[in-house]
């Protein structure tokens, strides 16, 4: 079973960009990933530009075939399986986020400030 989450980067004036994660959503999976390869604001800018992703990799990589992934790289819905409508989500503020992904099934929220990941657990929020 998945364990749905969502990732997202704060911009200076608060608006709030995300994305959906489908796979290993829990801190221990997304989060650690996210902590340990995902620590600079270009790379989360590179990461968020995919849009939803069903899995979350050390590397962003190329577009790659969805049902024969390449080991390392990240796994996402539009550059990989073609999937309309999967692109980055804006949102006014961190509530509205949490808001929007509340009813999206997701259980965990990934906020990168800047200059480091913030954990939420969306689910009972």
Not at 67 to 72: C, V
Request: net charge negative; glycine share 12%.
């Amino acid at each position: 079973m998945a364990t749905r989450s969502t990732i997202a980067k704060i911009a200076p004036d608060g608006m709030v960009t995300s994305i959906y994660c489908h796979w290993d959503g829990y801190p221990n999976g997304v989060g650690v990933m996210l902590a340990e390869h995902y620590t600079d604001s270009d790379k989360v800018d590179q990461l968020l530009a995919l849009g939803d992703i069903s899995t979350l990799e050390p590397a962003i990589g190329e577009q790659h075939d969805f049902d024969n992934p390449t080991d390392g790289w990240t796994l996402a819905y539009g550059r990989d399986r073609d999937d309309d409508g999967t692109y980055a989500l804006p949102h006014m503020d961190v509530g509205g986020w949490l808001e929007l992904r509340k009813d999206s099934g997701c259980e965990f929220g990934y906020l990168w400030n800047g200059s480091e990941w913030e954990t939420f657990n969306i689910v009972g929020a």
